[in-house]
């Protein structure tokens, strides 16, 4: 079954510092992949996403991912955080083949910056 | 464009009681979800639609009923609000892999 772990539930980094968050994912085929922001009492936001070709994957807010099909992972980084990306973080693999809507979503990552 | 929309923003029911969260999107997806978020859980699926009048059970689907009749609207009812379906729902439109979220609706139920 398709699955998606994000090992860390909670990640505190000082504001100017790097970021990387992990997302691992159980999926036979080439995975589309997803990652979501959520500010609190928000919804959800799409940073950025990977269907196929370049590896290297850049989103909004200086934030950019890196699939490797290897270790299946496609980890989130950001090179100098802000206090403004405090928020819950989520990885999502599309469900099943097809665009049906369906996605399987990580248990989330909640960052917190530090002054 | 509104994109997707979702009303009451909050709402507490008792037990027993029911009622329908609303959706909208005005982007003309054919592909809507429901998904429902609690702490430490992610979001988890509910129901899902490939089109007007095509609805398909997701992976949390017990408690929950949903009917797509237009393209712009998909509702889900609570028949029988439980204190479980305590939560915060979100609303989804798809296209080409890529879903987009409605605000939220948190529900308490007591």
């Known amino acids: 079954a398709q699955s998606v772990t994000q090992p860390d539930i909670h990640i505190t980094v000082s504001e100017g510092a790097s970021l990387e968050l992990r997302c691992n994912y159980s999926y036979g085929a080439t995975p589309y992949l997803f990652w979501y922001v959520q500010s609190p009492g928000q919804g959800l936001q799409l940073l950025l996403k990977?269907?196929?070709?370049?590896?290297l994957v850049q989103g909004i807010k200086g934030f950019e991912a890196e699939f490797k099909r290897s270790q299946s992972s496609f980890n989130l980084r950001k090179p100098s955080v802000h206090w403004s990306d405090a928020a819950e973080y989520f990885c999502a693999v599309v469900h099943g083949s097809g665009n049906t809507g369906k996605l399987i979503f990580g248990q989330g990552t909640t960052l917190q910056v530090k002054p | 464009n509104a994109g997707v929309t979702q009303t009451p923003k909050f709402q507490v029911l008792k037990t027993g009681q029911s009622m329908t969260l609303q959706c909208a999107q005005d982007m003309n997806h054919e592909y809507m979800s429901w998904y429902r978020q609690d702490p430490g859980m992610g979001l988890r699926l509910i129901h899902y639609?490939?089109?007007?009048?095509?609805?398909d059970q997701g992976e949390v689907p017990n408690g929950y009923n949903v009917s797509r009749s237009t393209t712009e609207d998909f509702p889900l009812r609570l028949l029988s609000a439980a204190p479980s379906q305590t939560s915060v729902y979100f609303c989804?439109?798809?296209?080409?892999?890529?879903?987009?979220f409605g605000p939220g609706t948190r529900l308490t139920v007591l």
């Open positions: 639609s490939v089109g007007a009048g095509i609805t």
């Open positions: 990977y269907f196929s070709g370049d590896t």
């Open positions: 989804a439109s798809s296209y080409k892999h890529t879903q987009y």
